[in-house]
């Protein structure tokens, strides 16, 4: 008498291969950088991952090899808990000639000056040689930067130039 195998049905087999596949493979080596803020795109989103990592992972970030991390703590910027010490480094990328950084770092940077109120600096004592309007006052005076690029740096500049100009209120 001949012995039958009996033969998995095609689904039961194809289920077994996948869930042995998926314990045998390594996990995916980590990618350098924080590429959450690289994948965020919704402002509440990025406000609250913000939250969760911190001001220090945030601008380490602004510094990273992966230009889409870069570019997601670019985006992320504003949403600092203290966006202003972000400023120096997005001058520095702004000024660059990096295609997408140069326009991202000034439009960030934009964004942060509207946001910034001297009264709201005082109160967290921030440290003002972080509001150095020098290098936007450079970045506007550049005849060889882009035309928004320049418009966005002297606004920044300026902004920057008011803060550190206005008097602390008497009492």
Do not use: K, N, Y
Request: charged share 30%; glycine share 8%; net charge negative.
């Amino acid at each position: 008498m001949d012995r039958v195998t009996r033969v998995r049905p095609w689904p039961t087999s194809l289920a077994a291969i996948a869930a042995a596949l998926a314990f045998a493979s390594p996990a995916p080596a980590q990618p350098e950088g924080d590429v959450t803020l690289a994948t965020l795109g919704d402002a509440l989103e990025l406000d609250r991952e913000v939250e969760a990592m911190g001001d220090d992972a945030v601008l380490a970030a602004l510094d990273a090899e992966r230009l889409d991390v870069r570019l997601g703590a670019l985006r992320a910027a504003r949403w600092l808990e203290e966006p202003e010490r972000a400023l120096p480094t997005l001058a520095g990328l702004a000024a660059g000639d990096d295609p997408d950084l140069a326009p991202a770092a000034a439009r960030a940077a934009g964004q942060i000056a509207e946001l910034l109120r001297h009264d709201d600096l005082q109160a967290r004592e921030a440290d003002l040689a972080v509001l150095d309007p020098s290098p936007w006052r450079g970045l506007a005076d550049d005849e060889s930067a882009r035309a928004d690029l320049r418009g966005i740096g002297a606004r920044v500049a300026q902004v920057l130039e008011g803060l550190r100009g206005v008097p602390a209120p008497t009492e």
